[in-house]
């Protein structure tokens, strides 16, 4: 499968606690995103990493990027409940145009 | 949200009969995405269009075929439905100034039961 995989599948943890989720892949790419799917509802984006870059800042949220390994990680710090969501990596490749998705993981952040 | 619509949004067919989903856009991107998310398999990609009447496969484009006669709108038809095809299906539009790379924005989804 082309598809990347995320781990873990699912997380649950506390309000004010951070989330580590993960993302490996098997080919080469030009850019990684990570976006987020609230039950019921279509993704949004929330970051885009290109490949030669490492880390990258958005609010609450950081994404890191190590090529060598072919992974990527998004930490999530100071959770709300309101980020309760299932959270997908997807990676560009090729003409940029298309995107492999990986499973995804569901992320419970509980009051 | 960006400005992306899908209808109908939820739809129960029989199994045998054709049907078309319909994604609308109000953001004159050029590029369109057909994906169905079911559990296990995540998001798969369907049919893409790269402009008006220019369309290309996806990776499970067995049994659907799309159109696409106006930048705003890019259709999804199942030509003859068949319970596998009971799904989660969403539309996704990027935008297409420059090289890139592009994020995708997607519609709020049809959820199509074929029984």
């Known amino acids: 499968s082309q598809q990347g995989e995320e781990d873990p599948q699912a997380l649950s943890i506390q309000e004010g606690e951070n989330a580590t989720m993960n993302c490996s892949y098997k080919?080469?790419?030009?850019?990684l995103q990570w976006y987020r799917q609230n039950s019921g509802r279509g993704l949004v984006h929330l970051i885009l990493i290109r490949s030669n870059e490492r880390e990258k800042h958005s609010g609450r949220l950081r994404v890191t990027l190590d090529t060598s390994k072919k992974s990527s990680s998004l930490l999530i710090t100071a959770s709300r409940a309101a980020d309760t969501a299932s959270y997908f990596c997807?990676?560009?490749?090729?003409?940029?145009?298309?995107?492999?998705w990986g499973l995804g993981t569901s992320l419970a952040v509980n009051p | 949200d960006a400005g992306i619509t899908q209808s109908p949004r939820h739809k129960v067919t029989e199994t045998g009969t054709p049907v078309t989903l319909r994604c609308h856009q109000t953001e004159n991107h050029r590029y369109m995405y057909w994906y169905r998310q079911d559990p296990g398999h995540g998001l798969r990609l369907i049919h893409y269009s790269y402009g008006v009447k220019d369309t290309d496969k996806g990776e499970v484009s067995d049994g659907y075929s799309v159109s696409r006669s106006k930048t705003e709108d890019f259709l999804l038809t199942l030509e003859s439905a068949t319970s596998s095809q009971t799904s989660v299906y969403f539309c996704a539009i990027s935008a297409s100034q420059g090289p890139g790379p592009y994020e995708q924005y997607f519609g709020p989804g049809t959820r199509l039961t074929v029984t």
């Open positions: 997807a990676r560009g490749a090729g003409n940029n145009r298309k995107l492999i």
């Open positions: 080919t080469s790419i030009n850019n």
